[in-house]
């Protein structure tokens, strides 16, 4: 019976990453090993807080547990940052550390995570392209749905709706076209631009408010026939429970990275799915959400990657427009040694 013997984690650096949040606050490796020689590799978020807290908190919980109650752990990781986490950094940081485990779970069954899950239910999953508020050259790469991300509006909503006019006719009328506003809408202001681009066959309308306005995205569902879609900016099971209750979403994109790691990717797919909301995990074709798309998805459709993310070997790519399951055990995934650097403890 393996115990865990130790976790830390490191901040790890791309190539061309974006000067924001995504990659100071967003993004940190997780290492977690066991008394059997294994490793296991799992990818939070939370920046040098997030290291923190994996250093002064959670190591504490964690290291000495079998990673086969991985569920227990991430019961005594959430009490643990309660009083000063339930959503946010320390959150982010926990699901690291979950992945990592699940990750190391696998290499001790010689594995993938998704037979862990239950079994490979899609050896091969679309893609679709996540782009800013133009196609580009995405249809000629084989992609065979495509998302825009769209600004703020500047002067007035023409200027959004022209986007999408000239997104629809360039993807022709057959390919499924989604659109992400990022969370820099107001109410008002979502509701007159869903008004105007209906008549373009929205997939979805992706954060057009801010994460907490479980009623105005609800309002605005009642007020258009486009599927309003987030939850990559919701955390852990209770999270996504209040997001049924206020009817706020049709289509959720939980972060395994962020949300709370497999141990939550599994709850939200079964919470989704018994109440009828196609669940599309933020991130999907990265390999943390993907194995739960293989094995859980009902209607399996994954987020093109970050492009920057230049520091993770061997996750399968995507191939006009679609990604194939790996095979590898845990993720399938490995990183570069010299990244690994256990941090000094003395």
Not at 171 to 177: A, F, K, R
Not at 297 to 316: I, S
């Amino acid at each position: 019976m393996a115990r865990i013997t130790d976790v830390w984690a490191v901040i790890p650096k791309g190539t061309n990453e974006p000067r924001d949040w995504r990659t100071a606050m967003a993004q940190i490796l997780v290492v977690v090993e066991s008394d059997d020689g294994r490793r296991g590799f799992g990818v939070g978020g939370g920046g040098v807080a997030g290291v923190h807290v994996i250093d002064t908190i959670l190591r504490e919980v964690v290291v000495g547990q079998d990673p086969r109650d991985v569920t227990a752990i991430w019961d005594r990781m959430f009490h643990a940052t309660h009083h000063f986490g339930r959503k946010g950094l320390p959150v982010m940081a926990l699901s690291g550390i979950d992945l990592a485990i699940w990750d190391l779970l696998g290499k001790q069954e010689n594995q993938p995570v998704y037979q862990l899950l239950g079994g490979l239910r899609h050896e091969r999953v679309p893609a679709y392209a996540s782009l800013g508020p133009t196609v580009g050259t995405a249809i000629q790469d084989g992609f065979t749905h495509v998302k825009l991300h769209l600004p703020a509006v500047k002067h007035d909503i023409g200027e959004i709706v022209d986007l999408v006019r000239m997104g629809r006719e360039q993807v022709g009328p057959d390919i499924p076209l989604y659109l992400d506003a990022g969370a820099k809408w107001d109410r008002q202001t979502s509701a007159q631009i869903a008004a105007a681009v209906e008549q373009y066959e929205i997939g979805w309308l992706e954060e057009p408010l801010l994460a907490d306005d479980y009623i105005g995205h609800r309002q605005l569902g009642e007020r258009t026939r486009i599927p309003i879609a987030g939850g990559e900016h919701e955390y852990t099971r209770w999270g996504y429970e209040l997001l049924v209750e206020t009817k706020a979403l049709t289509v959720w994109q939980p972060d395994a990275c962020w949300v709370g790691g497999m141990t939550t990717m599994r709850e939200v797919f079964a919470l989704g799915q018994a109440n009828g909301i196609w669940v599309v995990p933020h991130r999907g074709s990265e390999v943390w959400g993907l194995h739960a798309i293989l094995a859980l998805a009902d209607r399996p459709l994954a987020e093109g990657g970050r492009p920057w993310v230049t520091w993770v070997q061997g996750a399968p790519e995507i191939v006009k427009g679609i990604v194939a399951a790996p095979t590898a055990p845990g993720f399938g995934v490995t990183f570069d040694e010299a990244l690994l650097v256990r941090p000094n403890r003395d």
